[in-house]
């Protein structure tokens, strides 16, 4: 079975800290997907990361792909209230050419306070 | 273009009844996956739909089925329902290829009562 571990499991912080949300697995994916989920509606797509070692930039949000595809973290600089959410990591692997599933992580579940 | 569609938003059931959530993919994309999100926990992959055919499947017992249409809408289907398959059931569409992107619905709410 594979599994994403990701820590911390929540996290409270003030308006302005900074953050790492990290991601860990035993198993390699051909890619993995970072997802900000709000309560009662459905994960939105923040970036994907497919080669090892790679770094994302979306604003102030840092995803990091680690070198043997196993490993993720999301680094949030300057956290605002807006930020706040739960945060899922996704690893995607797939066989005869198709995103077969998605294995989720059980989500960091981040509240910025103003 | 629209995005991915899901029906009901809500619904409750009692145990032992059956149950069929729909869901309307984003314009365009072939391939359906259906998850399943227990509360305080990520999603658990059920199965993925591509050109009407199951391609692939979590693991999930056989109470729960599908089926997609030609127009790419999908539904799931579950029998005999139990008190744990209160969760909310989440529909994502993606185009087939590895890496592509999943966008997902908003989700439709099972309560098993």
């Known amino acids: 079975t594979q599994l994403l571990e990701q820590s911390p499991q929540f996290l409270s912080i003030q308006e302005g800290e900074n953050l790492t949300v990290y991601c860990n697995s035993s198993?390699?994916?051909?890619?993995l997907q970072w997802y900000r989920q709000e309560p009662g509606e459905g994960p939105v797509l923040l970036v994907t990361?497919?080669?090892?070692?790679e770094v994302k930039k979306l604003k102030r949000l840092t995803f990091q792909f680690g070198d043997a595809r196993k490993d993720s973290s999301l680094h949030i600089t300057a956290a605002q209230p807006g930020d706040t959410g739960l945060y899922l990591c996704a690893g995607a692997r797939g066989s005869g050419g198709s995103n077969y599933k998605l294995t989720f992580g059980k989500g960091t579940l981040l509240t910025v306070n103003p | 273009e629209t995005g991915v569609t899901q029906s009901p938003t809500h619904l409750i059931k009692t145990r032992g009844q059956q149950v069929t959530l729909r869901c309307s993919s984003q314009s365009g994309h072939n391939t359906v996956s259906w998850y399943q999100q227990a509360l305080g926990q990520g999603p658990q992959f059920i199965f993925q739909?591509?050109?009407?055919?199951?391609?692939g499947r979590g693991n999930f017992p056989p109470r729960f089925s599908g089926l997609q249409f030609p127009n790419y809408s999908s539904e799931l289907n579950v029998n005999a329902l139990e008190l744990d398959d209160s969760a909310l059931y989440l529909c994502a569409s993606s185009l087939t290829g590895l890496n592509t992107e999943a966008f997902f619905g908003q989700g439709t709410r099972l309560t098993v009562v």
């Open positions: 739909y591509y050109r009407e055919e199951e391609n």
């Open positions: 198993s390699v994916f051909s890619s």
């Open positions: 990361v497919v080669t090892g070692g």
